[in-house]
């Protein structure tokens, strides 16, 4: 587990595996875009084949355009069971020969069907510090429980909810003055500097990349 300040840098990009990246996310896609720009600023030797998006009117398809990276929209509400949305979703991210997923904001629960397919190769972004406040509404779950320090948390995907490996986290003050608002948007920033990183680590750790 690493815990990080804003003032960690990425690895040098020639010390880097370069990995082929499949981004699923629910939302405003500002971790994509924080990604994307990592790659852009030459701090991850990395590549995102594809963005798979479940919301028809996720803002993270315009994100994806402006990078000009694929994205395909795979609606939950069209599969009744768990598992039909999974494999539609492995198929296509074989499709686009990814070798690691990453969800950025992926706002469902997955199941065996896409853990097998990619296994230890799939990341999430959580913003708390696991193990605490595990599950949705993660923010507002530490804000009520008045704790002085939260924060976000890269981890590995298993079937548990939000219970695997530890890649890294950053730890954010709670203020006396914050609300959920201002404390969210001081977790955003956290969350955008560390995924890139603990994906480059994720992979340069993995033997088998």
Same mark, same amino acid.
């Given at each position: 587990?690493?815990?990080?300040?804003?003032?960690?840098? $990425?690895?040098?990009?020639?010390?880097?595996?370069?990995?082929?990246?499949?981004?699923?996310?629910?939302?405003?896609?500002?971790?994509?875009?924080?990604?994307?720009?990592?790659?852009?600023?030459? =701090? $991850?030797?990395?590549?995102?084949?594809?963005?798979?998006?479940?919301?028809? =009117?996720?803002?993270?398809?315009?994100?994806?355009?402006?990078?000009?990276?694929?994205?395909?929209?795979?609606?939950?509400?069209?599969?009744?069971?768990?598992?039909?949305?999974? =494999?539609?979703?492995?198929?296509? $991210?074989?499709?686009?020969?990814?070798?690691?997923?990453?969800?950025?904001?992926?706002?469902?629960?997955?199941?065996?069907?896409?853990?097998?397919?990619?296994?230890?190769?799939?990341?999430?972004?959580?913003?708390?510090?696991?193990?605490?406040?595990?599950?949705?509404?993660? %923010?507002?779950?530490?804000?009520?429980?008045?704790?002085?320090?939260?924060?976000?948390?890269?981890?590995?995907?298993?079937?548990?909810?939000?219970?695997?490996? %530890?890649?890294?986290?950053?730890?954010?003050?709670?203020?006396?003055?914050?609300?959920?608002?201002?404390?969210?948007?001081?977790? =955003?920033?956290?969350?955008?500097?560390?995924?890139?990183?603990?994906?480059?680590?994720?992979?340069?750790?993995?033997?088998?990349?």
């Amino acid at each position: 587990m690493s815990l990080v300040s804003p003032v960690i840098s $990425l690895p040098d990009e020639l010390s880097q595996k370069s990995v082929k990246l499949g981004i699923m996310a629910s939302g405003s896609g500002t971790n994509f875009e924080a990604v994307a720009q990592a790659i852009a600023d030459k =701090q $991850l030797n990395a590549e995102i084949k594809v963005l798979i998006y479940n919301n028809p =009117q996720a803002k993270v398809k315009s994100r994806a355009e402006k990078w000009q990276v694929p994205s395909v929209l795979i609606n939950h509400r069209e599969y009744r069971q768990r598992e039909a949305l999974d =494999q539609k979703i492995v198929n296509t $991210l074989q499709e686009y020969d990814v070798q690691w997923v990453v969800m950025a904001g992926w706002m469902r629960i997955v199941t065996k069907v896409l853990l097998d397919n990619f296994p230890d190769r799939i990341i999430n972004i959580h913003p708390s510090l696991l193990p605490s406040f595990k599950g949705i509404n993660a %923010i507002e779950q530490a804000f009520r429980a008045q704790v002085k320090i939260t924060g976000c948390t890269v981890h590995l995907v298993n079937l548990e909810v939000d219970s695997g490996q %530890i890649i890294m986290q950053a730890a954010v003050p709670i203020l006396s003055d914050d609300t959920l608002e201002t404390l969210h948007a001081r977790i =955003q920033v956290q969350e955008h500097l560390i995924l890139p990183q603990a994906i480059s680590l994720a992979v340069n750790n993995c033997p088998d990349n």
